[in-house]
T-cell receptor
Framework: AQSVTQLDSHVSVSEGTPVLLRCNYS??????LFWYVQHPNKGLQLLLK??????LVKGINGFEAEFKKSETSFHLTKPSAHMSDAAEYFC????????????FGGGTRLMVKP | NAGVTQTPKFQVLKTGQSMTLQCAQD?????MSWYRQDPGMGLRLIHY???????DQGEVPNGYNVSRSTTEDFPLRLLSAAPSQTSVYFC???????????FGPGTRLTVL
């Protein structure tokens, strides 16, 4: 079985300051990990993915995430927040034997203050 | 390519009514799936399909039926809607051997 815990349901930052969205996972098998972003009233867009290659993964819009197996974490970061980053972010795990079975975290709503 | 399309975008039903949420993809993806999104719970898998003629249950299948007669289409049926099915529904597809899921824009369903 697998599970995903996003440690913060809401994160608020000022524009231009760093962003950290935390994600811990558990998985019986070596996982693939993803971060998706959902802007208000929109569908989900893939930000980045980890699939057992480099542990530091770079995604779109300046986001990156580091896979730390020892800590079972896959935190999402960005050096400098932009107003357009305000959205909900989902950490997702897919064990590599699980076919189509994605497990989503509960989501973190990122608010960016001017 | 249009990607993954869903209709309708919004729907209001009365308890006990039935309806079908449509999902189509034009990327020739084998895997298709339906999720529901509820506040604080992320997305939960309802049903999925690994190819035409093959479907299976996900995490929360009760109250929903699916079929997959073609590669392109994967409709989700609510036979007797209940208020607990008020949610936003997302369809997704993925190619065999790929890790990336493509999501549709969602259907917002309210059951009164």
């Amino acid at each position: 079985a697998q599970s995903v815990t996003q440690l913060d349901s809401h994160v608020s930052v000022s524009e231009g300051t760093p962003v950290l969205l935390r994600c811990n996972y558990s998985s019986s098998y070596s996982p693939s990990l993803f971060w998706y972003v959902q802007h208000p009233n929109k569908g989900l867009q893939l930000l980045l993915k980890y699939t057992s290659a480099a542990t530091l993964v770079k995604g779109i819009n300046g986001f990156e995430a580091e896979f730390k197996k020892s800590e079972t974490s896959f935190h999402l970061t960005k050096p400098s927040a932009h107003m357009s980053d305000a959205a909900e972010y989902f950490c997702v795990v897919r064990p590599n034997n699980a076919g189509n079975m994605l497990t989503f975290g509960g989501g973190t709503r990122l608010m960016v203050k001017p | 390519n249009a990607g993954v399309t869903q209709t309708p975008k919004f729907q209001v039903l009365k308890t006990g009514q039935s309806m079908t949420l449509q999902c189509a993809q034009d990327m020739n993806h084998e895997y298709m799936s339906w999720y529901r999104q509820d506040p604080g719970m992320g997305l939960r898998l309802i049903h999925y399909s690994v190819g035409a003629g093959i479907t299976d249950q996900g995490e929360v299948p009760n109250g929903y039926n699916v079929s997959r007669s073609t590669t392109e289409d994967f409709p989700l049926r609510l036979l007797s809607a209940a208020p607990s099915q008020t949610s936003v529904y997302f369809c997704a597809s993925r190619a065999t051997g790929s890790n990336e899921q493509f999501f549709g824009p969602g259907t917002r369903l309210t059951v009164l």
